[in-house]
């Protein structure tokens, strides 16, 4: 591994963690907050590449698990590992994955592929990861978990939106060559 990509990897970790910083919202209804994370999944997965963006993810679940305060609201610990929020947080590592495996496979990249990727295969996996893992541990029904995962909906296609236009011209920029992007 070369020092750029361990800097990079490093660099989405932190990512990670600087959208930590920004105050959740909790509903009354879910103990699931509405966090900036995923938007860093979804950066990472498509600027740095499936091995590296979900090596920065993986990092970043490393750091949780040894106590660092980097979830939004500052939770941090194994204990987040074995709440309702786990099955979405789990999914961050194969989400960032499968979006630099597919945005690899576009000879042209546009815009509204990334979009498309983000929106079918980003958002779609966390909640398949996410929504069944959170109905066991809050031992409710599926369907159940499903329907309180319906006010996500808005909040991650605009998170969507906003991943893509970045990643979009991030990919352009010098610093993140072709190399770093398809690796």
Known sequence: MKIK????VAVFAAVMGALGVVPPII???TPVPITLQTLGVLLAGGV???RLGAMSQTIFLLLLAAGMPLLSGGRGGLS???GPSVGYIIA???TAFCIG???SRFQTLKIQHILFINLTVGILLIYLIG???QAFMMDIPLLKAAQLSLIYIPGDVLKSILASILVYRLRKHP???RSLATS
């Open 5 to 8: 990509e361990i800097t990079f």
């Open 101 to 103: 495996y597919l945005l």
């Open 175 to 177: 610093v993140f060559s």
């Open 131 to 133: 929504i069944p893992v």
């Open 27 to 29: 509903l009354s209804f």
């Open 92 to 94: 961050w590592p194969i």
């Open 48 to 50: 740095l590449g499936a």
């Open 80 to 82: 987040v590992f074995v």
